[in-house]
């Protein structure tokens, strides 16, 4: 699948599960997603792509539309890319 534009398609990390000592299965409560890029349109003439394949990303839950494959949605519904030098104290 090829997104168009300034679009991309990204495929949504599972959601942790926790599990109580009764045995109930509960999903941790998020305001937003995490996921990887798997593609991306060739932006626009205003707006040239930023994301490429392979970021790791975070979303509000919601952003985007369902399709098969992940979730496609527009580059400026993302918050963020999940930096390992930003992690490890090495950038902001």
Do not use: W
Request: charged letters at 30%; a negative charge.
């Amino acid at each position: 699948m090829q997104p168009l534009l300034d679009r991309v398609l990204v495929e949504k990390k599972k959601e942790e599960t926790i599990t109580t000592s009764g045995g109930i299965l509960l999903q941790a409560s998020r305001v937003y997603d995490e996921g990887t890029v798997r593609a991306t349109g060739p932006g626009k003439h205003t707006e040239p792509m930023v994301l490429k394949i392979g970021d790791e990303i975070i979303y509000p839950k919601g952003a985007g539309d369902e399709v098969p494959g992940g979730r496609i949605m527009f580059q400026h519904q993302v918050i963020a890319v999940v930096n390992e030098a930003a992690e490890e104290g090495g950038e902001d």
